[in-house]
């Protein structure tokens, strides 16, 4: 009985130290950043849609998200070392030209909704901390939807990014690859028109639906691609023509720490 009493001691203890001295070292290296290629980073991309004022505008946990959560997420994040980062870094990394720090993520919002306007975009703006918006040309300005104006708004602060969602939010899976490629040249040269500059051509497949022809020719054409499959980007494999993103929802930090952590360890 005292032996076996001994060796469990003996397994929490070693459990223990181990523990904090994963700790410490993740402390240590918080603010290390790392050329691709030099160590495999997790870089989750977080799709979000709306965000809303009040917990009863919620209909589905991964259309709305409230404005309290969303900050709550964001800044429990950045405290525990997460660093947002853009698009324009991620490309840049993966080119070889920056290095990324230890702990980065992307912040998305599909559709151009209101909310991004409204609550998103300031808080943004405050944080200084990069967002990307995916708009819809023919929603932009609808009901429920931002407009052009406000989009030029939010591109002139440099803090957000606005992308192509298609033309029409079509099921696009079923569409001939060039028709694809057509709706997506034209909606990412409509934002540039309505923006008054180029911009890096990035597109999400509406509800994650895509075929392996569209994903090539999108490719062929140099155009960035966003999936909607609830897994993480690791660096070794990073293919920024088939990127993967996760759904933060309402969940608390340490849930999206852990999810984070289980998706790069299970896909
Ligand atoms: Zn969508």
Redesign the pocket.
């Known amino acids: 009985m005292k032996k076996a009493l001994k060796i469990i001691l003996g397994i929490v203890l070693t459990i223990i130290i181990l523990l904090a001295g994963f700790i410490i070292y993740d402390r240590a290296t918080i603010n290390n950043t790392y050329k691709i290629g030099e160590k495999n980073l997790k870089i989750p991309i977080f799709v979000y ?1 709306d965000i809303v004022e009040n917990e009863d505008e919620i209909q589905f946990d991964y259309m709305q998200t409230t404005k309290e959560t969303f900050e709550k997420q964001i800044l429990g994040l950045i405290k525990l070392g997460y660093k947002p980062i853009s698009y324009e870094d991620l490309i840049a990394y993966n080119n070889g030209e920056k290095e990324l720090s230890k702990k980065s993520f992307l912040i998305t919002f ?2 151009g909704f209101e909310g991004v306007y409204k609550y998103a975009y300031p808080f943004a703006k405050q944080h200084n901390i990069p967002i990307t918006s995916f708009v ?1 040309n023919y929603d932009v300005g609808t009901n429920g939807y931002y407009t052009w104006d406000e989009a030029r708004e939010m591109d002139k602060s440099g803090v957000v990014s606005i992308y192509s ?1 298609s033309l029409k ?1 079509d099921e696009y899976n079923n569409y001939l690859p060039e028709d694809l490629l057509k709706d997506v040249t034209t909606s990412l040269e409509e934002i540039e028109k309505e923006l008054g500059h180029s911009i890096t051509k990035v597109f999400t497949y ?2 994650g639906l895509y075929n392996e022809e569209g994903k090539n020719i999108l490719k062929d054409n140099g155009i960035i691609q966003n999936l909607t499959d609830n897994k993480v980007n690791k660096s070794k494999e990073l293919n920024i023509y088939g990127l993967h993103r996760m759904y933060p929802l309402n969940d608390p930090v340490w849930k999206i720490i852990l999810k984070i952590e289980y998706r790069s360890f299970r896909y």
């Open positions: 849609h599909d559709d819809i969602h939010h509406p509800y």
